[in-house]
């Protein structure tokens, strides 16, 4: 959970074909690239090759003394995390959801809706901080 007196996001770029997991984690957690990708590398040497899915972004999570767990029905407006992006190409891609705005790899935000028309795709998943899911549960 974000405190007050930071910024809402330090953006990172994603900088390899298939790191947006990485450039995403780095937003999310507030670290740098280098320490995301570094989170990584016990487990998928080739992440920026391959890319991730939500288990490996939770495992390099914890490496990075996060916990976090997939919440499959996000509330746009509501809840920020790492919300995967599914193409009708059948690609998929990650970006980070706070506070209502999506914030993409290259640099862009983005209103959920505007960002499915324009890419023409539909959000997915969203990764959760653990302690963040903790406060909204004792909140309802």
Known sequence: MRTKRQ????MCPQRHLADCGVACLA??????YEDALL?????????IRT????????????????TMVV??????????GILKIEFKTA?????????????DTDLTAWKPDDYCAAKRAKTG???????DE???SEAQ
Not at 51 to 57: I, Q
């Open 51 to 66: 890319g991730v899915w939500f288990p490996d972004l939770q495992r390099a999570a914890a490496n990075l003394g996060a």
């Open 27 to 32: 937003m999310f957690l507030g670290v740098t």
């Open 125 to 131: 998943a969203l990764l959760i901080r653990k302690d």
């Open 71 to 80: 919440k499959r029905r996000p509330d746009l407006d509501l809840d920020e």
């Open 39 to 47: 989170s990584f590398a016990l487990d998928n040497k080739d992440v």
């Open 7 to 10: 910024p809402l996001i330090s």
């Open 91 to 103: 690609d998929t891609h990650v970006v980070v959801l706070r506070e209502g705005v999506l914030f």
């Open 134 to 136: 903790d406060i909204q």
